[in-house]
T-cell receptor
């Protein structure tokens, strides 16, 4: 079956602009995660959704970052007033239930470049 | 909070040689541990996971890892490196986040180079 997909694969924007990054999880997976991976680092947790609700958004760096999952499937990560420091690869992952032993399945990521 | 430390940001091995990628964890409770592989411009793919069953865990592509509580280690090995193993490898530990969900913390990664 289809894996996790993310669009766009690359996004170049100018400082101060607004961007939206989309994640399409594996069908039936209730748990969805967003991570940010900076150059030379491992993925860092941003936010976790269980169904439609954001169960843990403690990883969002500031209030310029926001994410939604209105129907419990597709999720959108929104970044307002982008800054050069936001440049990174944004990864989305989904798992069946979110339990501690689940396997998270990752999408290919969106590479965001803020000029 | 749980954490993992990967020793060596870059490792080079000859094709056919043993691969050993090191990972040590810090955890106050029995951890769940994972190894993921990331090929260039691709997402992470699970190689194997330890969830408190057998301490020697076998994964895909001939990789395995052994959980050693006394050493707080979960090193990844493969007897014979193949050119296709060149990638970045991430060790990760899973905790229970707010509400009991799986919160994964990743190491900084080890890039494996395979020399022909």
């Amino acid at each position: 079956g289809a894996g996790v997909s993310q669009t766009p694969s690359n996004k170049v924007t100018e400082k101060g602009k607004y961007v939206e990054l989309r994640c399409d999880p594996i069908s039936g997976h209730t748990a969805l995660y967003w991570y940010r991976q900076s150059l030379g680092q491992g993925p860092e947790f941003l936010i976790y959704f269980q169904g439609t609700g954001a169960a843990d958004d403690s990883g969002l760096p500031n209030d310029r970052f926001f994410a939604v999952r209105p129907e419990g499937s597709v999720s959108t990560l929104k970044i307002q007033r982008t800054e050069r420091g936001d440049s990174a690869v944004y990864l989305c992952a989904s798992s069946s239930t979110g339990s501690s032993t689940d396997t998270q399945y990752f999408g290919p990521g969106t590479r965001l470049t803020v000029l | 909070a749980q954490s993992v430390t990967q020793l060596g940001s870059h490792v080079s091995v000859s094709e056919g040689a043993l691969v050993l990628l090191r990972c040590n964890y810090s955890s106050s409770v029995p951890p769940y541990l994972f190894w993921y592989v990331q090929y260039p411009n691709q997402g992470l793919q699970l190689l194997l996971k330890y969830t408190s069953a057998a301490t020697l865990v076998k994964g895909i592509n001939g990789f395995e890892a052994e959980f050693k509580k006394s050493e707080t280690s979960f090193h990844l090995t493969k007897p014979s490196a193949h050119m296709s193993d060149a990638a970045e490898y991430f060790c990760a530990v899973s905790d229970e986040g707010t509400g009991g969900y799986q919160k994964v913390t990743f190491g900084t990664g080890t890039k494996l180079q395979v020399i022909p």
